[in-house]
T-cell receptor, first 110, second 113 residues
Framework: EDQVTQSPEALRLQEGESSSLNCSYT??????LFWYRQDPGKGPEFLFT?????EEKEKERLKATLTKKESFLHITAPKPEDSATYLC???????????WGLGTSLAVNP | EAGVAQSPRYKIIEKRQSVAFWCNPI?????LYWYQQILGQGPKLLIQ????????DSQLPKDRFSAERLKGVDSTLKIQPAKLEDSAVYLC???????????FGPGTRLTVL
């Protein structure tokens, strides 16, 4: 069964303390892995799409990487405004539907 | 570029009542999605439209939920009658095509008492 697991469930960092969020997946035929950011009371906001192992994408303090089993979202020198829930989703095989993880709730303290 | 619009933003109803949500996608986006998101969970797809046709409604509780997308633009999602477990945020998203990234609206927070 296709599955997406995110870890940790929650992460608290001090401002400037770099870390990584993990998204592991077991799907048949990856057709794209998506990272979204969700602030309280808002809909998810698209961050990155990764399609093949070895691919990397960056945006400001965020860098997403992909292997054959997992993706990492690296946060370098985070700021309080990076506090949010980060969601990972995958599209697999011929299935047009996204399979979502439960998210990682990130809090960055000043 | 205007984003995905949803209304209302909040709704409180009693169980067994009916409720309807409205979504206006980004102009030109052919694909429209309705998701249910329970607190602490990822979004769960309820129904997906391609233009005004249904692509996937396998997780839509059809005995109480219905959705339509007349003219392939706006969409409405209805719940009738509502149950306590329907309390959630209902998200609408749109994308240019079936395999494209999705753009989400702000959601409607439904509380069923």
């Amino acid at each position: 069964e296709d599955q997406v697991t995110q870890s940790p469930e929650a992460l608290r960092l001090q401002e400037g303390e770099s870390s990584s969020l993990n998204c592991s997946y077991t799907v048949s035929g990856l057709r794209g892995l998506f990272w979204y950011r969700q602030d309280p009371g808002k809909g998810p906001e698209f961050l990155f799409t990764l399609y093949s192992a070895g691919e990397e994408k960056e945006k400001e303090r965020l860098k997403a990487t992909l292997t054959k089993k997992e993706s990492f979202l690296h946060i370098t020198a985070p700021k309080p405004e990076d506090s949010a829930t980060y969601l990972c989703a995958v599209r697999a095989g011929n299935n047009r539907k996204l399979i979502w993880g439960l998210g990682t709730s990130l809090a960055v303290n000043p | 570029e205007a984003g995905v619009a949803q209304s209302p933003r909040y709704k409180i109803i009693e169980k067994r009542q009916s409720v309807a949500f409205w979504c206006n996608p980004i102009s030109g986006h052919a694909t429209l999605y309705w998701y249910q998101q329970i607190l602490g969970q990822g979004p769960k797809l309820l129904i997906q439209f391609q233009n005004n046709g249904v692509v996937d409604d396998s997780q839509l509780p059809k005995d109480r939920f219905s959705a339509e997308r007349l003219k392939g633009v706006d969409s409405t999602l209805k719940i009738q009658p509502a149950k306590l477990e329907d309390s959630a945020v209902y998200l609408c998203a749109s994308s240019p095509g079936l395999a494209s990234q999705q753009f989400f609206g702000p959601g409607t927070r439904l509380t069923v008492l």
